[in-house]
């Protein structure tokens, strides 16, 4: 191993220390193997839109998280290149959100990932489908 290299499993969680965004939002990682992370996250008043309830970018972004750290686990460096949502149920402030990315295959290029978002109630509140591109380089370590 290179010096300063990290393995797969610690990539998200360099990937969340250095991401403002995600922080910002309180998404914490729960469970992180090869392929596969979980990471939760509490909706406060702020992520509320004008309907009251959450606003459909912040699921998204827990979403698109959960995505490129279970995508980036695997180790060569993965970006988003397209993904999908839908909703299936209203979520309200206070809420605890836990969002599960699973790979569900892969070529050397390319994946594929969904990422199903549930409620503290455990009710199915969102599903997001995505492709990754799997570049040539590991994971700069900054």
């Known amino acids: 191993m290179i010096k300063n290299q990290l393995t797969g499993e610690q990539i998200p ?5 250095n991401d ?10 729960l469970t992180v193997s090869p392929g596969y992370c979980e990471l939760q996250m509490k909706v406060r008043d702020e992520m509320l839109n004008g309907f009251g309830i959450v606003h459909g970018g912040v699921i998204f972004s827990l979403a698109d998280s959960a995505l490129a750290f279970a995508a980036n686990s695997l180790s ?3 970006v988003t290149v397209e993904s999908s949502i839908s ?3 209203k979520v309200e402030s206070g809420v605890i959100l836990r969002a599960a990315a699973r790979m569900i295959s892969s070529s050397a290029s390319l994946g594929a990932y969904e990422v199903e978002i549930y409620k503290d109630s455990g009710k199915l509140a969102a599903k997001l489908k995505g492709t990754v591109y799997i570049m040539k380089k590991e994971f700069e370590n900054r």
């Open 76 to 78: 060569p460096t993965a």
């Open 20 to 29: 403002n965004f995600s922080k910002g939002l309180g998404i914490e990682i």
């Open 87 to 89: 909703f299936f149920q």
């Open 13 to 17: 969680k360099k990937m969340l220390e």
